[in-house]
């Protein structure tokens, strides 16, 4: 199967922590086990940018990977030539698995595969964990927010878990 992997961020950058070996360990076994995987990031490292080409995929333990620049230094991660190489390759993979879902380049890259008729996997990493932790304690507090009562389905926005 030939897979397509986009994620805001990949190893070197562990900066970022452990979804980036997670993300790789994933990557790798699929390879290891027959799989063709290409990565789609970008030179996001923290506050920093990679020191990686941009003009050629380099291979990574048998992953391909291909390396954008991003035009901010936040956690947006914004890189239209990510998003353009996306909208003119996604087609060609068998499978997309999209990593995180918190920044404009996820959004933008899912709004790509909307377009092009493209279901991907989503994998919520980095604060979805904390995410989930925070849900009762948002719901015990909603009450109060708006006047003691409690609405039939709480309303969770990212900035209630510190996104």
Known sequence: MNILFIVPSYKPAYIYGGPI?????????LVQIGHTV????????????????????????GVRVQFFRRITKDHTHISPALWKAVWGTVKEYDAVHIHSWWNFLILGVSAICAMKGIKPVLSPRECYASTSSRIKTVQKEAPASRGGQTPAVPHLFARDFGC
């Not at 070996?21 to 076994?29: F, I």
């Open 21 to 29: 070996v997670s993300v790789a360990r994933l990557a790798e076994s």
């Open 38 to 61: 290409t990565v789609y990031t970008t030179t996001a490292n923290g506050p920093d940018e990679l020191d990686m080409p941009l003009d050629r995929p380099v291979i990574m333990d």
